[in-house]
């Protein structure tokens, strides 16, 4: 089972600032099949990213991804409001096929 | 552009059976290369995938939970359906209904909390 590892846990940051978050997979992700999932509270996952740097339908391009193998990255380039949310990455493997990381909560300093 | 909607019991006995259906519309459950999962998250915690079907009827499961779960497909009524037998208070959490397409969960419905208490 590949575990993933996000960080950090909890970043503080103003809107305007950079945004990195860290997903470090146990194993090498075969294919890519790395996603990043924006979750607002009392609402359900939306897709930012597929495929490690793709983005999905409708996503502002102030959101990125990017890495191979082990390490990926999500990037916000300039933090808007709307975006101090808990971010996810999730892969997809052999079994159980889909691991969710554990989040990484990006709040307003 | 295509929606999905849970429903079923917010209550169940322990030792009983979970059964959620959610409702596609907006497309076709039948069309495409798309699998239909469930997914759970319980309160104050992180996402779990639970399994997905495909309407040929192929399934799997998280390992996890294979042994309680059951997933299927109803092209006649665009539904896919959820049953996870003999809960505990562990089994309690929001429970998702999500669209499968490459790696990633696309669409998502809005989740319905499932409390198991007697």
């Known amino acids: 089972e590949i575990v993933l590892t996000q960080s950090p846990g909890t970043l503080s940051l103003s809107p305007g600032e950079r945004a990195t978050l860290s997903c470090r997979a146990s194993q090498s992700v075969s294919s890519n099949y790395l996603a990043w999932y924006q979750q607002k509270p009392g609402q359900a996952p939306r897709l930012l990213i597929y495929?490690?740097?793709s983005r999905a339908t409708g996503i502002p391009d102030r959101f990125s991804g990017s890495g191979s193998g082990t390490d990926f990255t999500l990037t916000i380039s300039r933090l808007e409001p709307e975006d101090f949310a808990v971010y996810y990455c999730q892969q997809y493997d052999s079994s159980p096929l889909f691991t969710f990381g554990p989040g990484t909560k990006v709040d307003i300093k | 552009q295509v929606q999905l909607q849970e429903s079923g019991p917010g209550l169940v006995k322990p030792s009983q059976t979970l059964s959620l259906t959610c409702t596609v519309s907006?497309?076709?459950?039948?069309?495409?290369?798309?699998?239909w999962s469930w997914i759970r998250q319980p309160a104050g915690k992180g996402l779990e995938w639970v399994g997905r079907?495909?309407?040929?009827?192929?399934?799997n499961y998280n390992p996890s939970l294979k042994s309680r779960v059951t997933i299927s497909v109803d092209t006649s009524k665009n539904q896919f359906s959820l049953k996870l037998s003999s809960v505990t208070a562990a089994d309690t959490a929001v429970y998702y209904c999500a669209r499968y397409f490459w790696g990633s969960f696309d669409s998502w419905g809005q989740g319905t909390l499932v409390t198991v208490s007697s």
């Open positions: 907006g497309g076709s459950i039948s069309s495409g290369s798309y699998y």
């Open positions: 495929g490690a740097s």
């Open positions: 079907s495909y309407i040929s009827g192929s399934t």
